[in-house]
């Protein structure tokens, strides 16, 4: 059984950082791309950041760009997502989600687990 489990939201202040961490269990970590993805209270569910099944290939999205990096860690199982410069319009609840392969994309529809998701408040 695939299992995704988010960690490390919070509340930070505006410019501040944080890093987000997702385990992933139940198929081969090196097979499957994995993305997070996040979604504001009232608005859809919006792509931030994918990384390959091998880890060369990183997609961001336009807001993401420069302030957020992805990586991923194969003895663990682990994606992270580090968050710079956090900004209020960062508030989220982000998700993490593994996909039906190793290209990482930015289409929902790519990816067919999902973690629970974890919550990130950044004040003004």
């Known amino acids: 059984q695939v299992q995704v489990v988010e960690s490390g939201g919070g509340l930070v202040q505006a410019g501040g950082s944080l890093r987000l961490s997702c385990a992933a269990s139940?198929?081969?970590?090196?097979?499957?791309?994995m993305a997070w993805f996040r979604q504001a209270p009232g608005k859809e569910r919006e792509f931030v950041a994918a990384?390959?099944?091998?880890?060369?290939?990183?997609y961001f999205s336009d807001s993401a760009k420069g302030r957020f990096t992805i990586s991923r860690d194969y003895a663990k199982n682990t994606v992270y997502l580090q968050m710079n410069s956090l900004k209020p319009e960062d508030t989220a609840v982000y998700y993490c989600?593994?996909?039906?392969?190793?290209?990482?994309?930015?289409?929902?529809?790519?990816?067919?687990?999902w973690g629970q998701g974890t919550q990130v408040t950044v004040s003004s």
């Open positions: 989600a593994t996909a039906r392969d190793h290209i990482p994309n930015s289409d929902i529809r790519a990816y067919d687990y």
């Open positions: 139940g198929r081969t970590f090196s097979s499957y791309a």
């Open positions: 990384i390959g099944g091998s880890g060369g290939t990183r």
